[in-house]
């Protein structure tokens, strides 16, 4: 995938830095994404569709408060002149603890309503375990910043890895022990954990205490303030199908698709792994040169998430059912349609971090705020006109029309490339229109989950 992008950096440090971080990365997203699927593996067999339909709940809360309270921590640090001063660092760790503070409190506070609202009166139980992860990672240290601040991924990667074996270890224990979601939910926390205490001992720097510097405070929030409107609506972009669908789908519905999304969602969180850990720094030293440079890791990049994607939507009924029990076979058609409604999103990845590099937070908010609205509007309508299957069009479509907000970003800050997005959009378009045809009748049995 990088063959290219390797000989067009020779000889350019931050280039090479760039390649460096951008391999560990991917080799690291790759090993925790086998991890996850080994996982995955074994515990839908273990325990029933309902319990992932539960924990995706679960999920949407939590992930849901984390992104309505977010003040741009990491960004700021990767993006800040001020981003190795330690008064700006321990300033940064003690918003973040008081945050992870307030978020277990909200959950808890939000715990009835939710359970209320999804007819689902075991998230009484587990919803405040599960949210302990929010005050966890609010300890973790700011190394970890400095260290994508500065495209030095090895030993974090590691770290991360280990971190989740250890949490995946004990949901498979505790779902042989207790054949219920709580294996899930217990397993999370542990996982934080010990992401916690191993990046605490083992990640060099110089340890937080809590610090209160007002003008470090004050750039934090300036900055954080369209990071925050931002990751309100990536709320809705990331979690709003879930939260959606899980008033329109029984919880063993919600669990197929959730299966469903895991697998199809593999390239493109592969690919912002990628963009929002190295397009940053990338950006922020480039400051308009080595256009070149940028072009061909852009086009590996895009080719690379595509094909992956591609494979999804051609092979995904087979790979579902070789993988899982009968029970999951639905999740086959599901991971088809939605490799195929991400494929828009995945050409235009390595665009809005521009803005962010440059310190543009209000535009990066306005391109995430449209395409969240895009989406939860054109989902909503979608499955309340045509179930489950409109709800899936409805977020294809919403892609495509966020890609045009994000081309008017990108024209800002100087980094569009029209001929990038014409090539990858017809391979797109060619291999849909084949997944299609592969797969009609299958496609039109995908109301009955509803």
Same mark, same amino acid.
């Given at each position: 995938?990088?063959?290219?992008v390797s000989h067009a950096v020779t000889g350019n440090r931050l280039m090479a830095r760039a390649l460096r971080s951008m391999s560990w990365i991917v080799l690291g997203y790759g090993a925790s994404q086998a991890f996850r699927l080994g996982s995955n593996?074994?515990?839908?067999? !273990?325990?029933?569709?309902?319990?992932?339909?539960?924990?995706?709940?679960?999920?949407?809360?939590?992930?849901?408060?984390?992104?309505? +309270?977010?003040?741009?921590?990491?960004?700021?640090?990767?993006?800040?002149?001020?981003?190795?001063?330690?008064?700006?660092?321990?300033?940064?760790?003690?918003?973040?603890?008081?945050?992870? &503070?307030?978020?277990?409190?909200?959950?808890?506070?939000?715990?009835?309503? %939710?359970?209320?609202?999804? #007819?689902?009166?075991?998230?009484?139980?587990?919803?405040?375990?599960?949210?302990?992860? !929010?005050?966890?990672?609010?300890?973790?240290?700011?190394?970890?910043?400095?260290?994508?601040?500065?495209?030095?991924?090895?030993?974090?990667?590691?770290?991360?890895? +280990?971190?989740?074996?250890?949490?995946?270890?004990?949901m498979v224990v505790g779902a042989v022990i207790w054949q219920s979601v709580a294996a899930l939910v217990v397993g999370g926390v542990v996982g934080a954990l010990a992401k916690l205490v191993l990046t605490h001992f083992l990640l060099p720097g110089a340890?937080?205490?809590?610090?209160?510097?007002?003008?470090?405070?004050?750039?934090?929030?300036?900055?954080?303030?369209?990071?925050?409107?931002?990751?309100?609506?990536?709320?809705?972009?990331?979690?709003? #199908?879930?939260?959606?669908?899980?008033?329109?789908?029984?919880?063993?519905?919600?669990?197929?698709?959730?299966?469903?999304?895991?697998?199809?969602?593999? @390239?493109?969180?592969?690919?912002?792994?990628?963009?929002?850990?190295?397009?940053?720094?990338?950006?922020?030293?480039?400051?308009?040169? *080595?256009?070149?440079?940028?072009?061909?890791?852009?086009?590996?990049?895009?080719?690379?998430?595509?094909?992956?994607?591609?494979?999804?939507?051609?092979?995904?009924?087979?790979?579902?059912?070789?993988?899982?029990?009968?029970?999951?076979?639905?999740?086959?058609?599901?991971? %088809?349609?939605?490799?195929?409604?991400?494929?828009?999103?995945?050409?235009?990845?390595?665009? *809005?971090?521009?803005?962010?590099?440059?310190?543009? +937070?209000?535009?990066?908010?306005?391109?995430?705020?449209?395409?969240?609205?895009?989406?939860?509007?054109?989902?909503?309508?979608?499955?309340?006109?045509?179930?489950? @299957?409109?709800?899936?069009?409805?977020?294809?479509?919403?892609?495509?029309?966020?890609?045009?907000?994000? &081309?008017?970003?990108?024209?800002?800050?100087?980094?569009? #490339?029209?001929?990038?997005?014409?090539?990858?959009?017809?391979?797109?378009?060619? !291999?849909?229109?084949?997944?299609?045809?592969?797969?009609?009748?299958?496609?039109?049995?995908?109301?009955?989950?509803?």
């Open positions: 995938m990088f063959s290219k593996l074994i515990l839908t067999r !273990l325990l029933f569709p309902e319990a992932f339909g539960l924990m995706a709940l679960i999920q949407v809360v939590i992930v849901g408060l984390t992104l309505f +309270s977010d003040v741009g921590i990491a960004p700021s640090i990767a993006q800040s002149k001020r981003g190795d001063d330690p008064d700006f660092l321990n300033t940064a760790y003690t918003i973040q603890v008081l945050r992870g &503070i307030g978020l277990w409190l909200a959950a808890c506070a939000l715990t009835w309503p %939710v359970a209320q609202f999804y #007819d689902a009166p075991l998230l009484l139980t587990y919803l405040p375990i599960a949210a302990l992860t !929010l005050v966890v990672s609010g300890f973790n240290p700011t190394r970890i910043e400095t260290a994508h601040r500065h495209l030095q991924m090895g030993r974090l990667t590691l770290l991360d890895l +280990s971190s989740q074996v250890i949490g995946i270890v004990v340890a937080n205490h809590f610090r209160w510097e007002k003008s470090a405070a004050q750039e934090l929030v300036h900055f954080g303030k369209w990071i925050f409107l931002s990751t309100m609506f990536w709320f809705f972009a990331s979690q709003g #199908d879930r939260a959606i669908l899980g008033k329109f789908l029984s919880l063993e519905g919600l669990g197929i698709y959730n299966i469903g999304y895991f697998l199809a969602s593999f @390239p493109l969180l592969l690919g912002q792994n990628v963009t929002g850990r190295v397009m940053i720094p990338i950006y922020r030293e480039t400051e308009g040169r *080595d256009h070149a440079k940028l072009q061909k890791m852009r086009y590996a990049l895009s080719a690379g998430l595509l094909m992956m994607l591609a494979v999804m939507a051609l092979a995904g009924p087979w790979l579902v059912s070789v993988l899982y029990d009968p029970r999951y076979l639905a999740s086959g058609t599901i991971l %088809v349609v939605l490799a195929l409604a991400l494929m828009p999103q995945v050409i235009g990845l390595t665009y *809005d971090q521009a803005a962010l590099a440059a310190g543009d +937070s209000r535009r990066f908010f306005i391109s995430s705020a449209t395409r969240a609205s895009f989406q939860v509007g054109l989902l909503l309508v979608g499955v309340i006109y045509a179930g489950l @299957p409109g709800a899936l069009i409805g977020m294809g479509v919403a892609m495509v029309l966020s890609h045009l907000v994000l &081309i008017w970003l990108a024209k800002a800050h100087d980094v569009w #490339d029209g001929m990038h997005d014409l090539t990858f959009a017809t391979v797109a378009v060619g !291999l849909g229109g084949l997944a299609l045809w592969l797969h009609w009748d299958r496609l039109l049995d995908l109301s009955t989950l509803g």
